[in-house]
């Protein structure tokens, strides 16, 4: 069973938006951190967006008034909202949570695409 489930990629035109869901499964993580990474071909990795357990958030410079990363701790269900789409922010989106007392993202989900066009 995966732990994460992401949904809500897809193809969207430059200037439009997406909201991601990163669903949990048969698990807990309210009281964990989360973070949105990306990836695109070619590239590396990038943390696009996280939030503590207390709600504290955090950006990539690139999506830095663009994004907002959310959760629902009654659900245990986190989003990212997505504004004024790039082309650049094409990539499969992964949802991890860090679970340990380390900087370590330990859980993740399979991913979603996003695909932006010009």
């Known amino acids: 069973q995966v732990p994460l489930v992401e949904s809500g990629g897809g193809l969207v035109q430059a200037g439009g938006s997406l909201r991601l869901s990163c669903a949990p499964s048969?698990?807990?993580?309210?009281?964990?951190?989360m973070a949105w990474f990306r990836q695109a071909p070619g590239k590396q990795r990038e943390k696009v967006a996280a939030?503590?357990?207390?709600?504290?958030?955090s950006y990539a410079d690139s999506v830095k008034g663009r994004f907002t990363i959310s959760r629902d701790n009654a659900k245990t269900t986190v989003y990212l909202q997505m504004n004024s789409l790039k082309p650049e922010d094409t990539a499969v989106y992964y949802c991890?949570?860090?679970?340990?007392?380390?900087?370590?993202?330990?859980?993740w989900g399979r991913g979603t695409q996003v695909t932006v066009s010009s």
């Open positions: 048969g698990r807990t993580f309210s009281s964990y951190a």
């Open positions: 991890a949570a860090q679970t340990g007392v380390v900087v370590m993202y330990d859980v």
């Open positions: 939030i503590t357990s207390g709600g504290s958030t």
